[in-house]
């Protein structure tokens, strides 16, 4: 009888796992409307950030079998697209410099990837990135430029590393929904490879008195809103190292700031306010496959941050921060997963439907340990 019962509940198991159980429906009750951003009375505006871009061979490998032998990475991203779109600004961050056309592509430790990332970016709903990471100077030169004038021609923005003194000496601002939105940049070193004798301005170094000054540049340059994005932290690591709690107190500090965006640990962090100003610690990877892919660098969090006008000074103030749980399936396609929309479509099978569920508790556990519930944040897919 227990060997009947045992093998009974493997093959139930194994249809599971296949997906041709019926999908249990979403209980609407248990979530917040689809994708609908929290009520804010009226104006506002919406900046949404998100996790690393961090591309892998086996990535780029995907979007070279998604564009029939050529790199297309949109049906990878396509999943959270509705998402990122929604946002009157999207951020992305994109930790790795790109490869001249054609390649070489590499790989850890010093990463060159392919071009065709970035028309992928704009598809998705992306409107600039953060550029500033441990990986800026990987390819030297030669490598920030062949980004930055990637991006250029897919008309994605940037901010972080830069082509010139000039170049870095401008902020980088925005307009969304008729407001000017401010980017700011930085990264905590460069894995010990050094900026070019001369041309520190190539890459930006996170400094507590840089991050003042480039913010008070951008509010002389008519920035309503100040975001500020971090590359720090320690790896894999879901609670803030020493450094990023000082700097976070150092930078949240700053008037003219108005919130920090972090990456870099390639697992969730969570997100606190900090003096009055939400610091997201650490948003997870939106895209990559490691060498050892295991949940926690599977999942991340985009956070939409949407700001009310506080009074006639023109200053915005923070209404509502939400967190989208993310995922990146490995099968039978790589492929970014916005966890609300996947839990709430009745056709999603009912092995990933727990799946889902699982990552879903696990982001929103990472996101909350330092009280960010019951300072305001709503997670979304969840009651929280």
């Known amino acids: 009888m227990l060997a009947v019962a045992v093998a009974a509940l493997l093959t139930a198991t194994a249809v599971r796992e296949l997906g041709f159980w019926s999908p249990e429906p979403a209980d609407p009750s248990a979530t917040r409307p689809l994708g609908k951003p929290v009520a804010v009375s009226g ?3 919406s900046v949404l950030g998100a996790g690393d871009i961090l591309l892998h061979p086996e990535i780029w490998d995907q979007a070279r ?7 297309d990475f949109r049906p990878l991203f396509a999943g959270a697209r509705a998402a990122i779109s929604e946002a009157d600004l999207a951020l992305c961050h994109l930790e790795t410099p790109i490869a001249p056309a054609g390649g070489p592509y590499q790989d850890f430790p010093r990463f060159s990837v392919p071009e065709e990332i970035v028309p992928a970016i704009k598809d998705t709903g992306f409107d600039g ?3 500033a990471s441990n990986h800026s100077i990987d390819q030297g030169e030669d490598g920030v430029r062949r980004t930055l004038d990637a991006l250029d021609r897919g008309k994605v923005g940037h901010s972080g590393t830069y082509r010139s003194a000039k170049e870095a000496a401008r902020p980088t601002i925005y307009s969304a929904a008729g407001v000017r939105v401010a980017h700011l940049s930085y990264t905590k070193g460069f894995n010990g490879i050094s900026r070019p004798p001369g041309k520190e301005w190539i890459a930006n170094l996170v400094d507590v008195k840089k991050v003042q000054r480039d913010a008070e540049q951008a509010r002389r340059a008519g920035a309503q809103i100040v975001v500020v994005s971090v590359h720090w932290g320690t790896e894999y690591a879901h609670e803030p190292d020493v450094d990023q709690q000082l700097w976070a107190r150092g930078i949240a500090a700053i008037d003219d700031v108005d919130v920090v965006f972090g990456h870099h640990a390639h697992v969730v962090q969570p997100i606190e306010r900090v003096s009055g100003k939400w610091v997201v610690y650490g948003m997870g990877n939106q895209v990559a496959r490691h060498e050892e892919p295991v949940n926690e ?6 956070v939409r941050v949407t700001f009310s006008p506080a009074d006639r000074s023109g200053r915005w103030k923070v209404a509502a921060v939400e967190a989208l749980p993310v995922f990146v399936d490995l099968n ?3 492929r970014l997963v916005d966890l609300e929309r ?7 099978p009912f092995a990933r439907r727990r799946i889902y569920e699982a990552a879903v508790e696990r982001v929103a556990s990472h996101l909350l340990t330092r009280g960010a519930d019951s300072a305001g944040l709503v997670v979304r897919g969840t009651t929280r």
């Open 297 to 302: 660098n599977r999942e991340g969090a985009m």
């Open 332 to 334: 039978p396609d790589i």
């Open 342 to 348: 996947a839990l709430a479509d009745p056709a999603t």
């Open 129 to 131: 990135c953060s550029t």
């Open 65 to 71: 079998r998604d564009g029939g032998g050529r790199f």
């Open 43 to 45: 104006r506002t505006v």
